[in-house]
């Protein structure tokens, strides 16, 4: 089975950069989407970006001066990092898969990112 | 971006009630639209696919409908085990957009 799980630092500093994992059991990262997305306080969510299984990426144009998702295929891993953050990117932070025929269909547990001095 | 508005937010209901949570989307997204269901500390749980598909392994008390930008999630009668948060996802277009969730609680 599908099995995908964020690690990264709780707290980062305002201007600083925000640095996360998804490690990904079960399916390989070089085939399908692999997405980030995060919950904020109040449960807003937004869809943040994801890496292809070619490594070309797409981002929601909101974040895209300042996000990057890569990857390492060698430890089926893919990455998200977001530069020069603020307090209003303190969230909860998701990373899931799609596919061509199903989108979302497995997501990691999530990572509490809290942006504070 | 594609707007969408699901409601209510909140919902009490006793065990074996019907339960619907309704998700209107700014503009028509066909049937690109997902069912989640969330326990806290928990990843998010595909219900539903495509608007109307049960995702496998998931319970029949769980369905899906649309008529033209209105989706809906109906839990036919409701289990313990069925007290979470929802929220629905359009993956229409980019940036895929997401209803603000109803919290599901027992009466």
């Known amino acids: 089975e599908v099995q995908l799980q964020e690690s990264g630092p709780g707290l980062v500093k305002p201007s600083q950069s925000l640095s996360l994992t998804c490690s990904v059991t079960?399916?390989?990262?070089?085939?399908?989407?692999w997405g980030w997305i995060r919950k904020f306080p109040g449960n807003k969510m937004e869809w943040m970006g994801y890496?292809?299984?070619?490594?070309?990426?797409r981002y929601n144009p909101s974040l895209e001066s300042r996000i990057s998702i890569t990857r390492d295929t060698s430890k089926n891993q893919f990455f998200l990092q977001l530069n020069s953050v603020t307090t209003e990117d303190t969230a909860t932070y998701y990373c899931?898969?799609?596919?061509?025929?199903?989108?979302?269909?497995?997501w990691g547990q999530g990572v509490m990112v809290t942006v504070s001095s | 971006d594609i707007q969408v508005t699901q409601s209510p937010s909140s919902l009490l209901a006793s065990l074996g009630e019907r339960v619907t949570i309704t998700c209107q989307t700014s503009?028509?997204?066909?049937?690109?639209l997902n069912w989640y269901q969330q326990k806290p500390g928990q990843a998010p749980m595909l219900l539903i696919y495509y608007a109307t598909s049960l995702q496998t392994g998931m319970p029949s008390r769980f369905s899906g409908q649309y008529s033209g930008r209105s989706f809906t999630l109906t839990i036919t009668s409701l289990e313990p085990e069925d007290i979470a948060n929802y929220f629905c996802?359009?993956?229409?277009?980019?940036?895929?957009?997401f209803g603000a969730g109803t919290k599901l609680e027992l009466k």
């Open positions: 079960g399916y390989s990262i070089t085939s399908n989407y």
């Open positions: 890496i292809n299984y070619s490594g070309s990426t």
């Open positions: 503009q028509s997204i066909r049937n690109n």
């Open positions: 899931a898969r799609s596919t061509n025929y199903m989108d979302f269909d497995y």
């Open positions: 996802l359009q993956h229409y277009s980019a940036p895929y957009t």
